[in-house]
Nanobody, 115 residues
Framework: EVHLVESGGGLVQPGGSVRLACAAS????????MYWVRQPPGKGLEYVAS????????FYAYSVKGRSTISRDNAKNTLYLTLNNLKLEDTAMYYC????????RGQGTQVTVSS
């Protein structure tokens, strides 16, 4: 059974940074593409970033490109997302998913950007 647990969110000031983590279990983590998606208040899910099984090919949404880094540690079965220069519009519940942006996801971790 796919089990994903996101962590690392919180209240951050504009311009700040946050590092999110996603602990994976129940499957062979190193065999799967992994994604970060987010859901802003009152809106639908949106793609943030994705990374190939080896961690060599990251992709980013235009909205976060240049100020975010997706990475993974296959030895620890953990996916990461660092977001820098946070903006108010980055406020959202962040989820990690497996295989696609519509894949299985955890309970999420809330990032709130506010002064």
């Amino acid at each position: 059974e796919v089990h994903l647990v996101e962590s690392g969110g919180g209240l951050v000031q504009p311009g700040g940074s946050v590092r999110l983590a996603c602990a994976a279990s129940g499957f062979t983590f190193s065999n799967h593409w992994m994604y970060w998606v987010r859901q802003p208040p009152g809106k639908g899910l949106e793609y943030v970033a994705s990374i190939d099984p080896r961690g060599q090919a990251p992709f980013y949404a235009y909205s976060v490109k240049g100020r975010s880094t997706i990475s993974r540690d296959n030895a620890k079965n953990t996916l990461y997302l660092t977001l820098n220069n946070l903006k108010l519009e980055d406020t959202a519940m962040y989820y990690c998913t497996r295989d696609s942006q519509d894949g299985s996801r955890g309970q999420g971790t809330q990032v709130t950007v506010s002064s």
